[in-house]
């Protein structure tokens, strides 16, 4: 089991720049992290560089997600500025050597069809995948809880993985962030049913991220039973990255991490080494 720290969500008492430095200390040698806006990306790959760390995942400019946005692509007023944000991005992905890039579709616009703007999601998709292809570089399409951000397009993973197969490009995958299904999937613990849809879509699922429930925190501080969670991934042979995308609750960032042993941070260790009894 692999992990990455989502520097976007944790140590964000910290400025961007010094949470690659914070990651680092903590132990990790994989990150990923949001579109870093107002970042100087020239100073952010060379950051990266110096400190040996690998970056797995990160997004494409999905717009201002403090005030609410959720993604560009789909919004006819707004998606020609994500058409001319992917060459950045890919060139980022290429100076950092990341090949997996989360594009958020966005939010429901009300005086819209839905299918219209299904649609020209879709062609954006398709658009930003056939420039990824060349360099190896995957698109991820996430599905995104409506409780918490608003009336995202595609809400399930069924809704994702439909949406996936209709853009009909082998480099658009799914990202599988657990706390988004389990949101939408009810008011209690649901880890069978969250292992049933990893069962159902693992050809197409190319990154996990977790976060506890309720409240999106870290593993320990809510319901969800990560030791089984884990070891049935373990078991069922996932090979990628476990991405930490959680918001500490009650601790700081580095007292949020006790879950998870130093030396299991970085290379490969199993779940069975890695869920502290006191963490639940």
Do not use: K
């Amino acid at each position: 089991m692999r992990f990455s720290a989502n520097i976007s969500t944790l140590w964000r008492e910290s400025p961007f720049m010094e949470r690659l430095q914070r990651a680092r200390a903590a132990g990790f040698e994989a990150v990923e992290f949001w579109w870093p806006r107002g970042e100087d990306l020239q100073q952010l790959a060379a950051r990266v560089r110096e400190l040996g760390l690998r970056v797995v995942l990160f997004n494409f400019d999905a717009g201002d997600m403090p005030a609410g946005d959720r993604g560009l692509l789909s919004d006819p007023a707004r998606h020609q500025g994500f058409r001319e944000h992917v060459p950045v991005a890919l060139e980022l992905a290429r100076a950092l050597g990341c090949r997996r890039l989360n594009a958020l579709v966005g939010l429901r616009i009300e005086s819209l069809p839905l299918e219209e703007q299904l649609e020209l999601a879709r062609q954006n998709v398709a658009w930003a995948a056939d420039q990824a292809a060349p360099h190896g570089i995957e698109v991820l399409i996430e599905p995104v809880n409506t409780h918490e951000n608003g009336p995202y397009l595609l809400p399930t993973v069924e809704e994702a993985v439909a949406f996936i197969r209709a853009v009909g490009r082998d480099n658009v995958r799914l990202q599988y962030d657990l706390y988004h299904a389990q949101v939408m999937l009810g008011e209690r613990p649901r880890e069978a049913e969250l292992l049933e849809l990893f069962d159902a879509h693992r050809e197409l699922i190319s990154h996990v991220q977790v976060a506890d429930w309720p409240g999106r925190g870290q593993p320990g501080s809510g319901s969800l039973d990560f030791q089984q969670i884990l070891s049935a991934l373990e078991e069922r042979g996932y090979a990628g990255y476990v991405g930490l995308e959680y918001i500490p609750r009650g601790v700081g960032t580095d007292e949020s991490l006790r879950w998870l042993p130093r030396e299991a941070r970085a290379g490969d260790a199993r779940p069975s080494q890695i869920l502290l009894a006191e963490g639940r």
